[in-house]
C-alpha cells in the first residue's frame, strides 16, 4: 500500500505514530509525506517506509504543483489528508488520478456555502434560513 500524506505546517498530528499504527496491518506499507521544512517529523524511520518530502514555502502555487507532480509518479493507493486546509488539494489530485477517496466535486461542494445549497437543492432537501428560523 502506497499512501501520500500532507502534513499542513499549522498541523501537530503524529504521523509516525499514525503510521506505526498501520504498518501491521499490510505487508508492505510505503509513506510519503508532502510537509515543509519547519513541520518535517524527521524521525527514525528508514525512508523505504516513510519518505519526508519537504517545501519551503507550503501554500505556494509551485508546492501545489510539486505536489501534483509527486501524486504522479509516486501513484500512491490513497491521499491523506491532515488538516481541512487541504482537502480540496487532495480531492482535485484524486479526481484527476483516479485515487479513491473524497473526489473534487463533491470536496467543493462541501466547501462552498453556494454551491452546497444548490447540491441540497438538487437532491431535493428543503433549504430554510436562518433568519426563517428565528
Same mark, same amino acid.
Given at each position: 500500500?502506497?499512501?501520500?500524506?500532507?502534513?499542513?505546517?499549522?498541523?501537530?498530528?503524529?504521523?509516525?505514530?499514525?503510521?506505526?499504527?498501520?504498518?501491521? $496491518?499490510?505487508?508492505?506499507?510505503?509513506?510519503?509525506?508532502?510537509?515543509?521544512?519547519?513541520?518535517?517529523?524527521?524521525?527514525?524511520?528508514?525512508?523505504?517506509?516513510?519518505?519526508?518530502?519537504?517545501?519551503?514555502?507550503?501554500?505556494?502555487?509551485?508546492?501545489?504543483?510539486?505536489?501534483?507532480?509527486? =501524486?504522479?509518479?509516486?501513484?500512491?493507493?490513497?491521499?491523506?489528508?491532515?488538516?481541512?486546509?487541504? =482537502?480540496?488539494?487532495?480531492?482535485?489530485? $484524486?479526481?484527476?488520478?483516479?485515487?479513491?477517496?473524497?473526489?473534487?466535486?463533491?470536496?467543493?461542494?462541501?466547501?462552498?456555502? =453556494?454551491?452546497?445549497?444548490?447540491?441540497?437543492?438538487?437532491?431535493?432537501?428543503?433549504?430554510?434560513?436562518?433568519?426563517?428560523?428565528?
Amino acid at each position: 500500500m502506497k499512501v501520500l500524506l500532507l502534513q499542513q505546517p499549522k498541523s501537530f498530528s503524529n504521523y509516525p505514530k499514525w503510521i506505526e499504527e498501520i504498518q501491521e $496491518r499490510f505487508d508492505c506499507l510505503e509513506v510519503m509525506v508532502f510537509t515543509s521544512n519547519d513541520r518535517a517529523a524527521h524521525h527514525s524511520w528508514p525512508s523505504s517506509v516513510i519518505k519526508e518530502i519537504e517545501v519551503s514555502d507550503y501554500s505556494s502555487d509551485s508546492a501545489t504543483a510539486k505536489f501534483f507532480d509527486i =501524486v504522479r509518479k509516486f501513484k500512491p493507493d490513497r491521499i491523506v489528508s491532515s488538516s481541512e486546509e487541504d =482537502v480540496l488539494r487532495v480531492a482535485e489530485a $484524486r479526481s484527476l488520478f483516479g485515487i479513491p477517496g473524497l473526489q473534487h466535486e463533491l470536496a467543493l461542494s462541501c466547501r462552498d456555502k =453556494v454551491t452546497m445549497k444548490q447540491s441540497a437543492l438538487d437532491a431535493g432537501l428543503k433549504i430554510m434560513a436562518l433568519l426563517n428560523q428565528l
